[in-house]
């Protein structure tokens, strides 16, 4: 019974996360699929579309929301709707929860938030995503010139803390953000091994 058990743990373990990944691919193309294909029956004759024709639209959609981001002309009305968005009540804490995750995973971001890092206190090893390199802005009691921020992830989902480390206590470690976030959120027994160089340096921008 024992060995049963165990063999249909291993394949729920196999299963659900590319049940939950292709659930999700799905679900998001049909909603890009219902979500401009209406927009575009509105505007145009019904024998115009054709099924698939939102969800074809919807890479050049983002791309243009891209440029327009990147652009004065449109840049202002798009941080007003953002500034409605984060000032009308719970409508904001999800907004801002949304807006944060993305810019955090965003292939964007500084490539300081691409850093594994390790270090230790007290004799025990933390490890770490370097998320700040200059504290030099912020206020009186956290100010400094040799830290970095460093978010350190919890185990099975369960938050995480930011701690501010010198940045000679840091150690760099042979690890994707990716690994390191596998590694953490479970507990260490999930670890598959895609690699960066193992000697690259701690750096501050």
Do not use: C
């Not at 193992?198 to 750096?203: A, D, K, L, R, S």
């Amino acid at each position: 019974m024992q060995h049963v058990l165990s063999m249909i743990l291993r394949g729920l373990v196999t299963v659900v996360p590319v049940a939950a990944t292709v659930y999700l691919v799905l679900w998001l193309a049909i909603s890009a699929e219902w979500l401009v294909g209406l927009a575009f029956k509105a505007l145009l004759p019904d024998d115009w579309y054709l099924p698939g024709m939102g969800l074809a639209l919807t890479l050049p959609l983002l791309y243009g929301v891209g440029w327009a981001v990147d652009h004065w002309l449109l840049r202002g009305t798009i941080q007003a709707a953002e500034a409605v968005l984060a000032r009308t009540p719970l409508v904001n804490k999800v907004f801002h929860a949304i807006q944060d995750l993305i810019t955090y995973f965003s292939r964007d971001r500084n490539r300081n938030f691409d850093q594994v890092v390790s270090f230790e206190i007290a004799g025990i090893t933390l490890l770490g995503l370097v998320t700040r390199d200059d504290l030099s802005d912020l206020p009186q009691g956290l100010r400094s010139t040799d830290h970095m921020a460093v978010y350190v992830p919890g185990s099975y989902q369960i938050g995480g803390f930011t701690v501010n480390v010198p940045q000679h206590r840091l150690t760099a470690v042979d690890m994707t953000v990716e690994d390191a976030l596998r590694y953490a959120v479970t507990g260490a027994m999930s670890y598959q091994s895609r690699g960066i160089d193992p000697t690259q340096n701690v750096t501050s921008s």
